[in-house]
């Protein structure tokens, strides 16, 4: 590491892990999701594309999100079955992130590997209107990029889209590989 | 938008993580897109523009502030009810300048930086919060102040506090003859 700056220790990474000690106001964080919003939609042609944006972006956020709230949350274990890292999601991770609990996790009648995360009303969505013409846009493909990158680095990989089905549904799709450990781990 | 009527917002907070790591991840998109940091920096700024024209709407409705009287007022308001209200720290204020039109905010924490450790070596001069700027530029605008609004200095660049320099663009004693 070159040492441009010198200096002591980085006060970033002595901090302590310990409960994050404010909230901010949703109105701070609607606007800049807006802004965020309106800059990817000027650099795209589609709706699908903007929802890959938003995606992407989410994608960047539950990477850096999962690590800490992990040791917060669950320290010195780890989830190795599905069931348990969906629990997780909907629970402490979503709580931590939105200031409240998902409202359903189902999971799918005819496919073992799909899940549902249910939200009436997602946090990020609070002050964002679709136009008509747009009508399958749904700005929670920001969610649904953060819970791939979480459950990705948890080692869950998985494919997560979001829906316009009972308010926003996020569909989790795991790869196949998960499935089967996770069968074997219960067989065991 | 449709919501049934006298459902309250339960929730007016949201998580100080996800604030500032959407905030990182907007930065991360820009460096990725543009190449030059001035271009990023101006990014950033336009977009801190827009947000600052919009947020004052929602700064007046919620603090019922009185109308402030001189520059001064302006700067302390913005450092001790704003910056509270929205990022949750109370930057100091300082004068600059003797004729009253240059303020700086010291901010000893920045709540935006909290995962940032340095910037990277090739892009030394990227001011990571110049959204900051922006949003205090639009806002002031919006209340017929017009400002300009940088960073002096910068503790990600290695110097030892982030200061914003806020310097007011009419001459103090112009208001006084302005009928409002």
Request: some cysteine; proline content about 4%.
């Amino acid at each position: 590491m070159d040492s441009r700056f010198p200096r002591g220790k980085s006060p970033v990474l002595e901090r302590a892990l310990g409960r994050p000690r404010s909230e901010l106001s949703l109105a701070a964080f609607a606007l800049l999701f807006s802004e965020l919003v309106q800059y990817c939609q000027r650099r795209v042609a589609s709706v699908a594309e903007l929802q890959a944006r938003l995606a992407q972006l989410g994608h960047h956020v539950g990477l850096r999100a999962l690590d800490a709230l992990v040791a917060r949350e669950r320290p010195g274990r780890r989830e190795t079955k599905v069931l348990g890292v969906l629990l997780f999601v909907k629970g402490p991770l979503w709580r931590a992130l939105f200031g409240r609990e998902a409202d359903k996790l189902e999971q799918a009648n005819d496919d073992e590997r799909t899940f549902y995360v249910i939200e009436r009303e997602p946090v990020v969505n609070t002050f964002v209107s679709v136009p008509r013409e747009n009508s399958s846009l749904n700005c929670a493909a920001f969610a649904a990029g953060l819970l791939e990158a979480v459950l990705g680095a948890a080692g869950f990989p998985a494919r997560v889209s979001a829906h316009w089905h009972k308010g926003t549904t996020l569909m989790i799709k795991f790869d196949e590989a998960v499935i089967a450990r996770d069968k074997s781990l219960e067989g065991r | 938008m449709s919501r049934s009527p006298g459902r309250k917002q339960e929730n007016h907070k949201i998580s100080r993580e996800l604030f500032v790591l959407t905030y990182g991840a907007l930065v991360a998109q820009l460096c990725k897109e543009y190449e030059k940091d001035e271009d990023v920096n101006a990014c950033l700024d336009r977009m801190g523009y827009s947000i600052g024209i919009r947020l004052i709407d929602d700064f007046l409705a919620r603090s019922a502030v009185r109308k402030c009287r001189s520059y001064s007022e302006t700067a302390d308001m913005i450092a001790q009810v704003a910056f509270k209200m929205y990022l949750g720290v109370t930057p100091s204020v300082s004068c600059n300048s003797v004729t009253g039109n240059e303020f700086s905010l010291i901010l000893d924490k920045n709540p935006l930086v909290d995962f940032v450790e340095e910037l990277p070596a090739e892009r030394a001069s990227l001011c990571y919060c110049n959204l900051l700027c922006g949003v205090i530029r639009g806002a002031l605008e919006m209340v017929h102040l017009a400002a300009e609004v940088s960073f002096l200095q910068d503790r990600l660049k290695g110097d030892a506090v982030t200061e914003i320099g806020i310097t007011f663009l009419r001459k103090p004693e112009d208001r006084r003859h302005r009928r409002n």
